[in-house]
């Protein structure tokens, strides 16, 4: 679930759901709770893993790597650098995904990251 924060790359994708390519358990967020806690205060948790009704994933499968608060992205505080462990890239067309309603055309949610960040260029 992309969440509200500065990041260019998620403009306008708040509180979207979409499923994400996962190959590995990496990537786990080395976070305790006070840490996970300021990060959340200000905004810099960009996305999470959460399950199929959309509650916070804790553990496997639908948050492959454990990390704490089901982080799946964080950004900095002016959004211009965002690190995720799905792979999104894997992603951008509903033809790679395992399922997707029919109205979504070719391009899957996940384009939009990478049209933010072209529009972000200029």
């Known amino acids: 679930r992309i969440e509200p924060g500065p990041s260019i790359f998620f403009r306008?994708?708040?509180?979207?759901?979409?499923?994400?390519?996962?190959?590995?358990?990496?990537?786990?967020?080395?976070?305790?709770?006070?840490?996970?806690?300021?990060?959340?205060?200000?905004?810099?948790?960009?996305?999470?893993?959460v399950d199929g009704r959309g509650a916070l994933a804790a553990s496997y499968p639908a948050n492959p790597n454990g990390s704490p608060g089901g982080v799946a992205a964080l950004t900095n505080t002016d959004g211009r650098v965002t690190i995720l462990m799905p792979h999104p890239e894997r992603v951008?067309?509903?033809?790679?995904?395992?399922?997707?309603?029919?109205?979504?055309?070719?391009?899957?949610?996940?384009?939009r990251m990478f049209y933010n960040a072209r529009a972000w260029v200029g």
């Open 12 to 49: 306008n994708m708040v509180g979207s759901r979409i499923p994400v390519a996962t190959a590995h358990g990496e990537g786990r967020a080395e976070l305790d709770r006070e840490q996970l806690a300021v990060l959340e205060r200000a905004g810099l948790v960009a996305a999470r893993f």
């Open 92 to 111: 951008f067309r509903t033809a790679q995904l395992s399922w997707h309603p029919p109205g979504w055309g070719e391009d899957s949610p996940w384009m």
